[in-house]
């Protein structure tokens, strides 16, 4: 990779991500707070660890692959969408599956999926906010 796409690529003024645990690096990944006690980890900040009370953790990458543990086709609204639940690498993500169409024929228990994200509008200064899913592989 050359210096001038390095610079571009971490250049993300202008894009915000709609969790805090979704950072926006190149590739985007997801970031959950792991206990130094017992390993336990959480997406969400914590000030205590929900299986050990410890109130130490540190931050870890998760992986950007992972299964599909369980799922849900939810129909609200006009357009049906698959909830779920992937295990990636051991951690367990709820999420959207994405770029598939939501019924019992796409959608397996056990499928591969890989992270994604896509943009969900922007606001009048034209900062977009940055959503996350997971697809097919
Ligand atoms: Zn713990």
Do not use: W
Request: aromatic share 8%; charged share 20%; hydrophobic share 35%.
């Amino acid at each position: 990779m050359s210096e001038a796409q390095e610079k571009e690529t971490t250049e993300t003024s202008g894009k915000i991500p709609f969790v805090d645990y979704l950072i926006l690096d190149n590739p985007p990944y997801l970031q959950a707070q792991e206990c130094l006690s017992c390993g336990a980890r959480y997406f969400d900040r914590r000030n205590a660890c929900a299986s050990c009370f410890e109130d130490q953790f540190r931050s870890v990458a998760i992986d950007q692959e992972g299964i599909v543990t369980s799922f849900s086709i939810v129909q609200m609204g006009p357009i049906p969408y698959v909830s779920a639940v992937v295990d990636c690498g051991g951690t367990s993500v709820k999420c959207t599956i994405m770029n598939v169409e939501p019924s019992p024929e796409h959608v397996t228990l056990g499928m591969q999926v890989k992270l994604m994200t896509y943009s969900m509008g922007e606001d009048s200064e034209g900062t977009e906010a940055i959503a996350f899913g997971f697809e097919p592989i």
